[in-house]
Nanobody, 115 residues
Framework: QVQLAESGGGLVQAGGSLRLSCTAS????????LGWYRQVPGKQRELVAT???????YYLDSVKGRFTISRDNAKKMVYLQMNSLKPEDTGVYYC?????????WGQGTQVTASS
């Protein structure tokens, strides 16, 4: 059984920074793809960044150069460092683990960047 739990969200002024953390349970962490998604009311959940088992990275164009995803397999943690936050980055951020074609999700953490 895989469980994910996010932390680190909050309210910041535009231009500020936040670091999201996600801790995972279970034994498949190091063999899994990991990612961060975000969602705002009335819109579909949007992929923000991923880090593959191999370490390869993907970023949504609008966050490139501002956000950094990383993973620590020993601690079963995945992070999202968010710098130069913009109001359009506001949303609920979800941690995702993908293994064997199955997606696992955390409960989400609210990020609000005020203008």
């Amino acid at each position: 059984q895989v469980q994910l739990a996010e932390s680190g969200g909050g309210l910041v002024q535009a231009g500020g920074s936040l670091r999201l953390s996600c801790t995972a349970s279970g034994s498949i962490f190091s063999d899994s793809g990991l990612g961060w998604y975000r969602q705002v009311p009335g819109k579909q959940r949007e992929l923000v960044a991923t880090v593959a088992r191999s370490g390869s990275l993907y970023y949504l164009d609008s966050v490139k150069g501002r956000f950094t995803i990383s993973r620590d397999n020993a601690k079963k943690m995945v992070y999202l460092q968010m710098n130069s936050l913009k109001p359009e980055d506001t949303g609920v951020y979800y941690c995702n683990l993908r293994y064997g074609g199955i997606d696992y999700w955390g409960q989400g953490t609210q990020v609000t960047a005020s203008s």
